[in-house]
């Protein structure tokens, strides 16, 4: 008798001794398998007469399954709205619609804080904010997916899509050495922030070896007054000739004190850098040399993920790390 019951990608995954995700990733696009691995998987699919769902044929609601919960701290900060526009667009063209949600500096994500946006149907959660580990595994358990932005924690659960921080602070510790800088300044984020931790970890590890270099730290908390306040510090220690700014906000505001309280000349007698390359950096009154993060790209990746998730809830997380560019302006030479 002729069985006309159509092959799925569970059949498949049973014939050729795979996971159903990575029956999934060999029919996505771009996404990440072993020749092997597609080479058993195309076979099975042969045999069955398997026909992969394209991503036309997945049903996006757009008032129940296409909501996604963007989670951001620093609302007030001018690289986070940049951020939310680029995800916006994004994810609007994948089809999504995005929920906006703000956290508390050093506030940690738990299912309690986030409860009453729950009962909107998310289909995922992005997130710049940490998590707690069990507030993880009830997104899980809801088939709501989670994804941290721009941040990498130990959860083995989630995915992510980050900027390496770490290699960025080396970029402009890498810079200063070349351009034999030997007292230098570094105005940090707030205590425990990831990204500063991680692109002042860099930075530092840089000069390990380098002896003839000293380093001097002040706070300066991701705001303009913080970094106004932190060169002034600084700047008592005569002979600095460099400064790194962990972002672009508090590097505006160390420009400005050097402009309005010195006759340091920039970049003249000192050499500034900041990190992200918000909008404000190419601005002719900063034009501030800046670690670029491509948001762009990485927003794209936010929603790659999340259309896998939706193809496969059982796709296994995927951690992404972009490399972030030194573009130089005129706080350099």
Not at 229 to 235: D, E, F, R, S, V
Request: charged content about 25%; some cysteine.
């Amino acid at each position: 008798m002729k069985n006309d019951k159509t092959a799925t990608s569970q059949d498949v995954a049973k014939l050729a001794g795979v996971s159903q995700s990575a029956v999934s990733r060999c029919f996505t696009k771009g996404a990440s398998i072993s020749s092997r691995t597609k080479l058993r998987v195309l076979e099975a699919a042969k045999k069955l007469k398997y026909k992969a769902p394209s991503i036309s044929n997945i049903n996006i609601s757009t008032e129940d399954s296409g909501l996604v919960g963007v989670i951001l701290p620093y609302v007030t900060s001018r690289y986070y709205p940049e951020v939310l526009t680029e995800l916006h667009e994004a994810l609007k063209i994948g089809g999504y619609r995005i929920l906006l949600i703000t956290t508390d500096d050093g506030e940690e994500l738990d299912e309690k804080l986030v409860q009453p946006y729950l009962k909107e149907k998310l289909i995922a959660i992005v997130s710049a904010t940490k998590p707690t580990e069990s507030f993880v595994e009830s997104c899980n358990l809801k088939r709501i997916q989670f994804i941290a932005y721009n941040r990498s924690w130990d959860i083995p659960t989630l995915s992510s899509v980050a900027c390496d921080h770490k290699n960025g602070g080396e970029m402009v510790a890498e810079y200063f050495i070349k351009n034999k800088h030997t007292k230098i300044g570094m105005i940090e984020g707030p205590k425990g922030s990831f990204v500063s931790d991680q692109r002042i970890k860099g930075f530092k590890t840089f000069f390990k070896n380098n002896k003839n270099t000293k380093l001097y730290s002040e706070k300066g908390f991701f705001t303009y007054d913080g970094g106004f306040q932190a060169a002034q510090k600084i700047l008592k220690n005569k002979g600095i000739s460099a400064i790194f700014c962990a972002d672009d906000t508090m590097a505006f505001g160390c420009l400005d004190y050097i402009k309005q309280n010195t006759t340091i000349k920039i970049p003249k007698d000192l050499e500034l850098i900041g990190y992200d390359d918000i909008s404000m950096s190419h601005w002719k009154s900063y034009d501030l040399t800046t670690v670029r993060q491509p948001i762009r790209q990485m927003s794209k990746l936010v929603t790659q993920l999340v259309d896998d998730y939706i193809k496969d809830p059982d796709y296994e997380s995927v951690k992404h790390i972009v490399q972030g560019s030194l573009i130089k302006r005129k706080t350099t030479r």
